[in-house]
């Protein structure tokens, strides 16, 4: 498609020249210098800089190229400013249209196959960065552990495995964890968290349902609070998932166990409204003042 050629117009009428007709420049160092015809200026506060190319007024603040000159001036929008400039021939210029954005293809099958090959944590480092991080109830089986790239040739990391589950509880997902080779802390990758799948609507159940959950956006702020709270909690598989999270019928009150900072006040309490409009008592609670999250709380580590 063809849009305005806005640095034709402005090379092939330069501003001093449009202003002149309407303002009595003079020199000044690099700049040119007269009175606001925006305003009614009797100190000259209009100034024309970056080689001729803008103007700015110190007295009202107006600002701008050519095109911005000769809207103001005359009132008009920026294809009649630029008519008026260049008479009927407007210089245009070819634009690429921003790719339109298909949808992926589904990975679902994918992410069922790495679930089905995945193994119990025990013994593993998945297990190993769970105590690391001061857990230490027994690990639900919605977690596993696998090897995987990062990337599709990237080297392989020790993965924690959660499976993401769908309002009737069938595996539609899953989130990955990558782990160092120590399994003492997250693997230094871009996003060591990443989800596959259909994981919008999902859960992380880390409990069986239950008339009374807990949920969290992060799973080890929701094994933080399972093992401290002696509740179910489901977790969302990534941020923005939590107020797209799916209840069966049974489910009546979710407590949102939200980030101490200003944007999880924000999450839970805009999940909380959702969760409210779907009919369940909702309410919110956040970690200790000086703690991010849970899991930092658990460990002592400040904010
Ligand atoms: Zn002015």
Redesign the pocket.
Known sequence: MSLLDVMAIRSAHPLPRIAAASVKLFKAGNELKGC?P??D?SSP??TIFANGERFY?F????TGDVLDFVQRAHHVDIRTAAEMLCGGNLPSVDVAMPREVEPGPDRTDEALAIWRNAVSVQGTEAERYLRFRGIHIPIPASIRFARLRYGKRGPEHPCLIACVGSVDNKVVGIQRTYLNLAGTGKASVAKAKLSLGRVAGGAIRLAPAAAELVVCEGLEDGLTLMQELGRAVWVAAGASMLPKMQFPVGVRAVAIGGDGDDAGRKAAAAAARGFADRGLAARTFFPLEGHKDFNDELRGVAQ
């Open positions: 606001c925006f305003h200026d506060s209009f007024c007295g009202c603040g107006a």
